[in-house]
């Protein structure tokens, strides 16, 4: 199943661009939003399950689609989740959990958006495998951690290097958090959706060039060894977003160093989900 937010109201999807308004198909029982979707979804999703692709009632315009979880309680976003990351980083591959910080949720967006340059700022690429959480979960072991995912989308861990790289310690969730960091979408996909929600493929391209490359296999921490960790500490609930890691590629790891320049336009995308699209402008400083 997938289900997309288009401007504000949930839309079980039979294509790209129409679906079943989850409201008005339900008399009420859900929607109109998807943020209160995620605290009942075991019940949603036996409903949605029963839908017909001939009740489709809404056709819409890509530009209508907002975030998957417009606003999450909790968004953590986990550094140094692919190795080549790490060794590009700087940094050894992480044994225990890697590093964890968070996006702060206003960052968080839909999928096609123009993202404005911070003046003075080296704005960077990550393109992320983006868990949504499904069921509150506390002490949740890897192997029951699926059952805690309501599904997957795309994310760009937009990152301004300055600021979040200036001393005297690094300031990852300032510098990952400036308006429109957190662009996700272009809708939720429920993990039995794809062949093998484990292993995706994933990259973005700058301006039509492909700057990143990978697979979701390739993650130190998978999705299910993720969540037990978080959840050893965190209580994760629904709607939450996790950001799982960004593989080798980005601009600050390269020799010269790149960052984006008013104008690129970045695409970002995942097997069996899609793509997401931003422009960047310095319009607006
Ligand atoms: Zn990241």
Redesign the pocket.
């Known amino acids: 199943m997938r289900i997309a937010n288009v401007d504000n109201r949930a839309v079980v999807l039979v294509s790209d661009d129409r679906g079943v308004d989850v409201e008005a198909a339900s008399g009420g029982r859900f929607g109109p939003g998807l943020a209160g979707i995620y605290a009942r979804w075991e019940e949603f999703k036996a409903w949605a399950s029963t839908l017909a692709d001939t009740a489709a009632d809404v056709s819409f315009d890509r530009s209508w689609l907002g975030s998957p979880s417009p606003t999450p309680t909790q968004v953590f976003?986990?550094?140094l989740n692919y190795s080549d990351h790490a060794k590009e980083s700087g940094f050894e591959q992480p044994e225990n959990l890697p590093p964890v910080f968070t996006k702060f949720p206003t960052c968080i967006t839909g999928p096609d958006t123009t993202v404005l340059i911070p003046e003075g700022g080296n704005v960077d690429w990550?393109v992320?495998l983006v868990a949504i959480i499904g069921k509150q979960a506390h002490n949740v072991t890897a192997a029951n951690a699926w059952d805690h995912v309501a599904g997957l989308t795309i994310g760009q861990?937009i990152?301004e290097r300055v600021s979040q790289l200036r001393g005297p310690a690094p300031q990852f969730g300032l510098g990952?958090s400036f308006p429109g960091f957190g662009p996700t979408g272009p809708w939720l996909v429920t993990p039995d959706e794809l062949d093998n929600p484990d292993d995706l493929e994933l990259g973005c391209s700058l301006d039509g060039e492909e700057v990143q490359k990978g697979r979701t296999s390739e993650l130190i921490f998978s999705i299910p060894a993720l969540i037990e960790g978080l959840s050893a500490t965190v209580t994760l609930l629904p709607g939450d977003i996790i950001?799982t890691?960004?593989p080798a590629g980005v601009g600050l790891g390269r020799n010269p160093q790149r960052f984006i320049q008013p104008g690129q336009t970045l695409v970002s995308r995942i097997e069996g989900i899609g793509e997401i699209t931003q422009t960047f402008t310095t319009t607006g400083n």
């Open positions: 976003a986990i550094g990550e992320e861990d990152s990952k950001f890691g960004t």
